[in-house]
């Protein structure tokens, strides 16, 4: 399974971004949970939202919810997550994620990780 992330950059703090990631390499990947992590310098990577096959169940890190939403498109196998109120403290690369459970996912237990996009905000 390939992941790969689109759409980091540089925003200023209090801004928006929306992180995309295509899913491809396997016929069910629609099937499987999908996620994003984040690892900030100098610290471990970090949780920061999941998404079940059915977008039924959704799981956000305490620091991003009300600001970050994930969502998916399961007929282009693509993952997205909007962020909105950015803060300076939101600077890390993020990875995408995916495996077939989504309690694993946010426990870590990954079965593919993509390469990882770099979101900078300014102050």
């Known amino acids: 399974v390939q992941l790969q992330a689109f759409g980091g950059g540089l925003v200023q703090a209090r801004g928006s971004m929306r992180l995309s990631c295509a899913a491809s390499?396997?016929?069910?990947?629609?099937?499987?949970?999908m996620g994003w992590f984040r690892q900030a310098p100098g610290k471990e990577r970090e949780f920061v939202a999941g998404?079940?096959?059915?977008?039924?169940?959704?799981y956000y890190a305490d620091s991003v919810k009300g600001r970050f939403t994930i969502s998916r498109d399961n007929a282009i196998n693509t993952v997205y997550l909007q962020m909105n109120s950015l803060k300076p403290e939101d600077t890390a690369v993020y990875y995408c994620?995916?495996?077939?459970?989504?309690?694993?996912?946010?426990?870590?237990?990954?079965?593919?990780w993509g390469q990882g996009t770099l979101v900078t905000v300014s102050s």
């Open positions: 998404i079940s096959w059915s977008s039924v169940t959704i």
């Open positions: 390499g396997r016929p069910n990947i629609n099937s499987y949970a």
């Open positions: 994620a995916s495996d077939p459970g989504i309690e694993r996912l946010r426990t870590f237990f990954v079965d593919y």
